[in-house]
């Protein structure tokens, strides 16, 4: 598991996109229960996919 922060740089895309992509449904990271966000690998390779999808379009 992953904070936000870590996940960012490991997919190559900055926080902010990573809670778009969230509210927008695309993945559903896990929480703590103090409510920090934790991106699992199966997370990560969705947001890679769609990092692909928009580089390649």
């Known amino acids: 598991m992953?904070?936000?922060s870590v996940a960012a740089e490991l997919v190559g895309m900055g926080h902010q996109n990573?809670?778009?992509y969230e509210?927008?449904?695309l993945v559903i990271p896990?929480?703590?229960l103090g409510g920090t966000r934790q991106y699992s690998?199966?997370?990560l390779v969705t947001l890679r996919?769609?990092?692909s999808c928009w580089t390649w379009g």
């Open 41 to 43: 690998e199966g997370d």
């Open 18 to 20: 990573l809670r778009l």
């Open 30 to 32: 896990g929480r703590t």
């Open 2 to 4: 992953y904070a936000i």
């Open 49 to 51: 996919g769609s990092v």
């Open 23 to 25: 509210r927008r449904g």
